[in-house]
């Protein structure tokens, strides 16, 4: 059921990653962006399930105990999201803002967009 992410991206190195060319890259980059798009569909689903109980006040431990899995599986996408993400800036020779979030080129010293100094 867990996604296997140390998997998915020795697969992706092998394939396309690790040959730098810029349409291998771009095969990366589709495969992280659809890989991205069913965990998020996943992830609504799961929201749904969690929705659905709570309206139908369903106050069983059984039922309290499904929510707790579901957000925890939900904590689980959420990061494997963010780190197949770092995939997609990795191959567009980005890197994220750690105060802003702004995306901005990997040789930045400064972030484009708040002015604070990223570590080298
Ligand atoms: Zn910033």
């Known amino acids: 059921m867990n996604f296997d992410f140390e998997r998915f991206k020795s697969n992706l190195y092998k394939t396309a990653v ?3 060319e810029t349409s291998q890259s771009m095969i990366a980059i589709t495969k992280c962006k ?6 998020k ?3 609504d689903d799961k929201y749904i399930q ?3 109980i709570i309206y139908n006040k ?3 431990d059984e039922s309290e105990a499904k929510i707790n899995t579901l957000c925890l599986e939900i904590d689980q996408l959420k990061e494997d999201i963010k ?6 800036d990795d191959n ?3 890197k994220e803002c750690p105060e802003c979030k702004a995306k901005s080129d990997k040789n930045f010293d400064f972030c484009p967009r708040c002015g604070c100094k990223f570590e080298s």
Do not use: S, V
Not at 83 to 88: F, S, Y
């Open 18 to 20: 690790a040959a730098k």
């Open 34 to 39: 659809l890989k991205i798009m069913e965990m």
């Open 41 to 43: 569909t996943d992830m």
């Open 50 to 52: 969690i929705g659905k």
């Open 58 to 60: 369903d106050n069983t």
């Open 83 to 88: 780190k197949i993400q770092g995939i997609i």
């Open 92 to 94: 567009l020779n980005r």
